[in-house]
């Protein structure tokens, strides 16, 4: 048990990089630039959100999983801008 907890903590920590990725957008008013972890976080939250207010049938952990990762290759490519 206790290696398997270490790998997970291990995998965790990696995902600690997207706060160091800037992204191009702004947070509110202008501060500062968001990161991605911010932008990931948010992301969820407004799934959730969105999700729990829709007559649609979602699978919810499935949306928040997606929401979650859609950004972890950002780690390696950093943020990229259309």
Same mark, same amino acid.
Not at 40 to 52: Q, R
Not at 66 to 77: K, P, Q, R, T
């Given at each position: ?32 630039? $968001?990161? @991605?972890? =911010?932008?990931?976080?948010? *992301?969820?939250?407004?799934?959730? #959100?969105?999700? $729990?207010? @829709?007559? =649609?049938?979602?699978?919810? *952990?499935?949306?928040?999983?997606? #929401? ?5 290759? =950002? ?8």
């Amino acid at each position: 048990m206790t290696k398997k907890v270490t790998q997970i903590s291990e995998f965790l920590l990696q995902f600690d990089a997207l706060k160091s990725v800037n992204r191009k957008t702004y947070i509110n008013g202008g501060e500062r630039v $968001e990161n @991605s972890a =911010e932008h990931s976080w948010h *992301l969820a939250m407004a799934c959730w #959100a969105f999700a $729990e207010q @829709s007559q =649609e049938d979602f699978d919810l *952990l499935k949306l928040l999983k997606l #929401a979650l990762v859609h950004d972890l290759g =950002e780690i390696g490519a950093g943020d990229t801008f259309l």
